[in-house]
């Protein structure tokens, strides 16, 4: 395959480099019993329960609650960074779009659409920056939100902070958004840096021989 070839949207995967408190949320089957048992194999086997602050069945709780919301629509991937003590820091969630035969909007063109929600106002003016990752081109956005609720969602909710990427690999025609949510705004600074530190070692891997990733044979 040569550099000019255009990659289709299920000829590749995304990898990161997770460092330790990032777990996989990701469920295959998204229905509450798969995700009651998976949460309740991470608690027991990612945290030390002589470190936790709250109660493991609590912890169980939260994580399932997390791994059902991450899970809706079948992101590509659901993870959640959580402190040893069993706080979520901030949860992550990837997904790709696009079709083969349609172009692919422009990163001009997806800034309305990454603060665009039904269900939730932004709070001031969100902070936009065009970036050049290793990935490739990305924009990058960072605002809070007050979701809607009460009768015609005119009632104020609660307020999330939310930091979203826009990536678009080289020679491909589909675009991938990775997006971090957490509660706290104390916790933005920790929360942002985890996120930027994660998103320069996303990468695009190829797909070979029937759907698995790895470097295309050098005798082709």
Known sequence: MSADDEISQTDHVFEFDFQPGWIDLGLEDVGWIEADAAATVVVWTEFDSAELKVKPRKLVRDVRRRALGLNSDHANWAMAFYTPQGQALVDLR????????????????????????DDAEVIGEPEVRHLDLPVGPAVRIRTTLRTKSGRLGLS??????????????????????????????????????LADALMTTMRM????????????????
Do not use: H
């Open 205 to 220: 891997v190829l797909v070979y021989d029937e759907g698995n990733p790895g470097e295309p044979d050098a005798s082709e």
């Open 94 to 117: 990837l997904d790709s779009y696009g079709e083969d035969d349609k172009p692919r909007p422009s990163p001009a063109e997806m800034v309305p659409l990454l603060v665009d929600f």
């Open 156 to 193: 104020r909710g609660r307020r999330t902070e939310l930091l979203k990427y826009a990536v678009f690999p080289p020679g491909v025609n589909s675009l991938s958004v990775v997006r971090f949510r957490w509660q706290r705004a104390e916790d933005t600074g920790e929360a942002t840096g």
